[in-house]
């Protein structure tokens, strides 16, 4: 069973700072996202990565993944209030339905 | 880009009684939809994997008889709590998506309240 751990599982920053968070697979992805969840919402997407040592930028968001695709990290520059959020990355597993295994999340709070 | 709608956002049902949920993807048709639950401060776990026309998957250590899955069209998927307990209270979010490199889009959510 593959598990997918994510670190750290609570970060609290101050506006204007950078961060970073990661994401280890005990196995190889087969397709790896990452996700962010309001309190209250369901997740939405904001990357997909599939080739290992790819790196991926949304706006003040940069995603790699590891070179032997079972680690990822996310980077946020000037961290604003606005991302405030629970960070999930998934492996989309291929195959069959192609299901979604999560990891256990970062909750991320900015404060003002 | 593909919505997922889920009814009803929250509810509120005395021990023992049922709760249908809702899944609609909105403009598109999904063949398969996933229904997962959430506790608070937890992550995703996925519960079961409805099919249209079939059977449901259910995840291991998921009572399949508690969790009644409907997927009778290409369009919706209903989840029933059946005698809901207070320990069934929990966030459940329904997902679907086509088979493509986009990952899958989530509903809302419905919030579960058993007294």
């Known amino acids: 069973t593959q598990l997918l751990e994510q670190s750290p599982q609570f970060l609290s920053i101050q506006e204007g700072e950078n961060l970073t968070v990661y994401c280890n697979s005990s196995s190889v992805f087969s397709s790896l996202q990452w996700y962010r969840q309001e309190p209250g919402e369901g997740p939405v997407l904001l990357v997909t990565?599939?080739?290992?040592?790819e790196v991926k930028k949304l706006k003040r968001l940069t995603f790699q993944f590891g070179d032997a695709r079972k680690d990822s990290s996310l980077h946020i520059t000037a961290a604003q209030p606005g991302d405030t959020g629970l960070y999930l990355c998934a492996d989309r597993r291929v195959g069959g339905a192609q299901k979604l295994v999560f990891g256990q999340g970062t909750r991320l709070t900015i404060n003002p | 880009g593909a919505v997922v709608s889920q009814h009803p956002s929250w509810v509120i049902c005395k021990s023992g009684t049922s709760v249908k949920i809702e899944c609609r993807s909105l403009d598109f048709q999904a063949t398969t939809m996933f229904w997962y639950r959430q506790f608070p401060k937890q992550s995703l776990m996925l519960m079961a994997t409805?099919?249209?026309?079939?059977?449901?998957?259910?995840e291991q250590g998921v009572e399949k008889d508690k969790f009644l899955i409907n997927h009778a069209s290409l369009t919706l998927s209903t989840l029933t709590v059946t005698s809901a307990h207070p320990e069934d209270s929990s966030f459940y979010i329904c997902s679907a998506g086509q088979v493509t490199n986009y990952g899958y889009t989530f509903g809302s959510g419905t919030r579960l309240t058993v007294v």
């Open positions: 990565v599939v080739t290992g040592g």
């Open positions: 409805s099919n249209e026309g079939s059977k449901a998957t259910y």
